[in-house]
């Protein structure tokens, strides 16, 4: 699976994607929501139920290109 980084979380909801702070995965799920202003996004995780994460704090969300439907702005990095 070919994941890129999402720049914009707003249209994320519904997606399943990957967290990664500095690189490194953290969580793993589905955009359960999001705020209007995309800047914070809550995951549900099998393993580790609900969580938050704020784009400020350096976070960034990855999905795969594939889903159908799906029109976002990738980053390559």
Known sequence: MD?????DWGLLS???V???AHGV???NGMVD???DDG????IRSTIEGRRLFEKA???EAWACEERL???YRVSAS
Do not use: K, M, N, Q
């Open 14 to 16: 519904g997606a399943s």
């Open 57 to 59: 704090a350096s976070y």
């Open 69 to 71: 439907g799906f029109h």
């Open 39 to 42: 800047g914070i996004l809550w």
């Open 33 to 35: 929501d999001v705020t």
């Open 25 to 27: 995965p953290v969580c």
């Open 3 to 7: 994941l890129r980084r999402i720049d």
């Open 18 to 20: 990957e967290i990664r």
